[in-house]
């Protein structure tokens, strides 16, 4: 199929799904100017995420980790959504069932005017105690004492989750729920390298959806999908939704 057999494919597929199910990753907040994870110049590529992004490493060095998300927490605040985020907010006005999964933590899918965001990672905008496990969105500022604690004396984190950490439960059962019973599901800017969110496209092409990537680059999934765009996420996911609907 050609490019543009793709795209139309695509288009025709998502004006007429039933449940639409989307799974995001940092790609789609590129053209944000968030940096992703693992490619050339990635976060990863400077950063050890053992000791940055684990439960192990932070409570080796609380105030290190913090000191690494507060210079996140800057720069997610400072972006602002992308046409890209715009188009998934009017997409879940304009298909009958519509399940949103991100595997990102900057809250900008919520900013562009979505509404049910299934967060599978968490989000940089909450903070969690340690031991109680209460949330807030009283983030640090710059030049508060690092690591805060909470009232009750315990660590504070970030409300995210790292690596070897399980996925809120109800996340991970929404998502796989709309794995199993959309008709369509799009995946976009994500390299399908971390599980379990990975693995949440191949589950919804086992049960018969029909699965559209688009990426600029290849990607774990490219061989397993039905349509892939090779394209960024701001400007092909706002030319989808105006074919889609046209
Ligand atoms: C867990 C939050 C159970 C923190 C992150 C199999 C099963 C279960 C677990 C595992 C398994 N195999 C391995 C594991 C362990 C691990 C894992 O997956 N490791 C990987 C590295 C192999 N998984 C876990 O630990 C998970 N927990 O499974 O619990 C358990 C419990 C105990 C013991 C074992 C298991 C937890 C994973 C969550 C980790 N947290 N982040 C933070 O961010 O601070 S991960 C991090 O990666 C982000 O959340 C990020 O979103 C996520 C995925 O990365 P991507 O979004 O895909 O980003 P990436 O850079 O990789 O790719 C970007 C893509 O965008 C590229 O393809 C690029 O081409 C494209 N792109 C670029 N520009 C654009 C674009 N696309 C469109 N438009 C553009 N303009």
């Known amino acids: 199929m050609t490019e543009q057999e793709q795209f ?16 995001t990753g940092a790609g789609i907040s590129r053209e944000s100017g968030i940096h992703t994870f693992r490619e050339k110049g990635g976060v990863w590529d400077t950063v050890d995420a053992e000791k940055m992004a684990t439960l192990e490493g932070f409570l080796a060095d609380p105030e ?8 996140r927490y800057e720069s997610v605040t400072a972006a602002r959504p992308n046409p890209g985020h715009t188009a998934m907010a009017e997409l879940e006005r304009r298909v009958p069932a519509f ?3 991100t595997q990102n933590i900057d809250g900008l899918h ?9 967060e599978l990672h968490g989000s940089i905008r909450r903070i969690r105690c340690l031991d109680e496990g209460t949330t807030s969105s009283e983030w640090p500022r710059p030049g508060d004492a690092l690591p805060p604690r909470c009232k009750c ?23 796989f729920d709309a794995a199993g019973s959309c008709d369509v599901m799009l995946v976009v800017g994500t390299s399908a390298i971390v599980q379990p969110a990975g693995y949440i496209p191949i589950e919804a092409g086992q049960n018969g959806a029909f699965v559209i990537e688009v990426n600029p680059e290849e990607t774990a999934i490219t061989s397993l999908v039905h349509v892939s765009i090779f394209e960024n996420a701001g400007s092909a996911l706002p030319r989808l939704v105006e074919a889609a609907f046209k």
């Open 64 to 71: 290190k980790v913090w000191k690494w998300y507060m210079g």
């Open 153 to 175: 004396g315990a660590l504070l984190r970030p409300d995210v989750v790292w690596f070897g950490e399980s996925l809120p439960e109800r996340a991970i059962s929404d998502a």
């Open 110 to 118: 919520q900013a562009a005017g979505s509404v049910n965001v299934v």
């Open 8 to 23: 139309d494919k695509a288009a025709e597929a998502i004006g007429r799904a039933k449940h639409l199910a989307v799974l």
């Open 99 to 101: 399940t949103l999964i």
